[in-house]
């Protein structure tokens, strides 16, 4: 079974900093691009970061330099540095591993989530 596991959510003050772990396993592997999305009650999803087997990144312009993505291919999990946080950084953040040129159209894989809360 594929599974994508997030952790690192939580409640902190408008500021602070968390970090989202996301480990991947079944048949997730270094090839895969993994990303973080967000996406809040009656909106659009928003793609927050992502990562290539390379390590080339891409985030937000939201994010305003705020989050890093980074991977830890022999663990074969990504994480989210979230610094600077702001309220409008609250809702439920979920890790996702596509792999799809590589390994076919079925190859996306999605965490179940993991809580986000900026509030003072």
């Known amino acids: 079974q594929v599974q994508l596991v997030e952790s690192g959510g939580g409640l902190v003050q408008p500021g602070g900093s968390l970090r989202l772990s996301c480990a991947a396993s079944g048949s997730i592997f270094s090839d895969y691009v993994m990303g973080w999305y967000r996406r809040a009650p009656g909106r659009q999803r928003e793609l927050v970061a992502a990562?290539?087997?390379?390590?080339?990144?891409s985030y937000a312009d939201s994010v305003g330099g705020r989050f890093t993505i980074s991977r830890d291919n022999a663990k074969n999990t990504v994480y989210l540095q979230m610094n600077s946080l702001k309220p409008e950084d609250t809702t439920v953040y979920y890790c996702n591993a596509d792999g799809r040129v590589l390994h076919g159209p079925n190859a996306d894989y999605w965490g179940q989530g993991t809580q986000v809360t900026v509030s003072s």
């Open positions: 990562i290539t087997s390379g390590g080339s990144t």
